[in-house]
């Protein structure tokens, strides 16, 4: 199955485990992909994983700097001359409570998990043609959070809004944005949380979903399969959300 042949996705984030996933998953299918990371060293050692040297690139992006964004877009336009989909997957999560919370707590966040995607989906809207297609990954903690992770959850709340009003401001441009919502995911990024350590948060086995069960989700909204797929919310979770 070619969906991407002939297309280039940039892929933010994607040195992490469901990042890389999904780089491997739009470049199975026949896309060009740049990886957007903070760490080059990092980007290179996802690609090896990938391995498909030929359909991808590594640039370094810190997605809370616009001036970044933009290089990073025209590297994929210098590239390959065009650029189809972006997937904005980079995120971080800090845990305090309320009260503890600085400014410099706040924004830390707030910069990469929300104005990140509003920064790569402006610089979208300018370069993509119709057809185009951006996915915003979030997460099920803009409709279900936990205690210390305020800042978290309300990035991701904001971008799921901020998806909204792309899909609408991006129609007339023929650019479809979308929002996913992973729950529970086999990562560093799950295992590492305080929550979940201390026994705070309890995740049932049954529970937690691999990268590829989120890779397999970007693609589909990312591809032609999702046409008239604008302005959703998919929520990719194993049901977690659905029980009492």
Known sequence: MNRFQDRVAIVTGANG???TAIVKRLTDEGCRVVLAVLRPDAGQDAAKKVGADD??????CDVADPAQVDAC????????????????????????PIVDLT???WLKVLKVDLLGCAHFMRAAFTRMKPGG?????????AVMTSPDAAPYAAAKAGAVSLSRTGSIEGKPLGIRVNALLPGAIDTPMLWDNPNI????????????????????????LASDDAAF????????DGGRLAKL
């Open 17 to 19: 485990g469901i990042g």
């Open 197 to 220: 350590k201390s026994g705070a948060e309890k995740i049932d086995k049954s529970d937690v979903g691999r990268p590829e069960d989120i890779a397999a989700a970007t693609a589909f």
């Open 103 to 105: 400014e410099d707590d």
């Open 55 to 60: 359909q991808t690139l590594v640039v370094r």
């Open 229 to 236: 797929v604008n302005g959703t919310t998919l929520v990719v």
């Open 73 to 96: 877009c025209d590297e994929a336009m210098m590239r390959w001359g065009r650029l189809d989909v972006v997937v904005n997957n980079a995120g971080l999560m800090t845990f305090k």
């Open 133 to 141: 297609s951006i996915v915003n990954i979030t997460s099920i903690h």
